[in-house]
């Protein structure tokens, strides 16, 4: 069971061949006074994992993915203007998007974190606000998707592309296999 209404999310686990259903939850997001990244994601994604009400035989997982920029967690834009200086801070910048990955399955449960670090190229303002404008950052950590309009300002990536997308596959199948969570 996913815990995630996240598109993306669904797509990259049915490409994997995992299977799944949608039972999603909404919790509260905001970081935590002197809350490392790290620590932010994975209690985010334990946080909705425990939500999802499910049976005791059933796997839960859960995820949370956010940008992180000179240590400034970046998550969704709340509107156009907080995308515009989200883009303006990336833009010509290493970055790192951290995913925090928590699966349970009555009392059992296990949690990672995954980090990408990702180039993104110099961005004139006139590309950040067309890209703004198309709508694509608005419900994105750090307001962009590597694997749409965006991906023509990313340079280059060191770790896990799915990550960057918002789930880290290989980790995720590791962890379903690792606690022996599959199938």
């Known amino acids: 069971m996913l815990a995630s209404r996240s598109p993306r999310?669904?797509?990259?686990?049915?490409?994997a061949g995992i299977g799944f259903?949608?039972?999603?939850?909404?919790?509260?997001?905001?970081?935590?006074e002197s809350e490392v990244p790290r620590d932010y994601v994975r209690r985010l994604?334990?946080?909705?994992?425990?939500?999802?009400?499910?049976d005791a035989s059933e796997v839960v997982l859960a995820a949370d993915t956010t940008v992180v920029?000179?240590?400034?967690?970046?998550?969704?834009?709340?509107d156009a203007a907080d995308a515009i200086r989200m883009l303006r801070a990336l833009a010509g910048q290493k970055h790192t998007v951290i995913t925090?990955?928590?699966?349970?399955?009555?009392?059992?449960?296990?949690?990672?974190?995954?980090s990408t670090e990702v180039w993104v190229a110099p961005m004139s303002d006139e590309e950040i606000a067309e890209y703004v404008a198309s709508g694509e950052p608005m419900d994105k950590a750090g307001a962009y998707a590597i694997q749409g309009l965006a991906s023509r300002f990313?340079?280059?990536?060191?770790?896990?592309?799915?990550?960057?997308?918002?789930?880290?596959?290989?980790?995720t199948y590791r962890m379903l296999h690792e606690a022996e969570l599959t199938g």
């Open 154 to 171: 990313i340079e280059r990536i060191d770790g896990s592309y799915s990550n960057v997308v918002g789930l880290p596959i290989a980790l």
């Open 21 to 32: 259903t949608v039972r999603s939850v909404e919790i509260d997001e905001t970081p935590r």
């Open 100 to 114: 925090g990955v928590f699966l349970k399955r009555g009392d059992s449960a296990a949690g990672d974190v995954a």
């Open 9 to 15: 999310r669904a797509e990259l686990l049915r490409a």
């Open 69 to 78: 920029l000179g240590g400034e967690i970046m998550g969704k834009p709340v």
């Open 45 to 54: 994604a334990e946080e909705k994992a425990r939500a999802v009400a499910a």
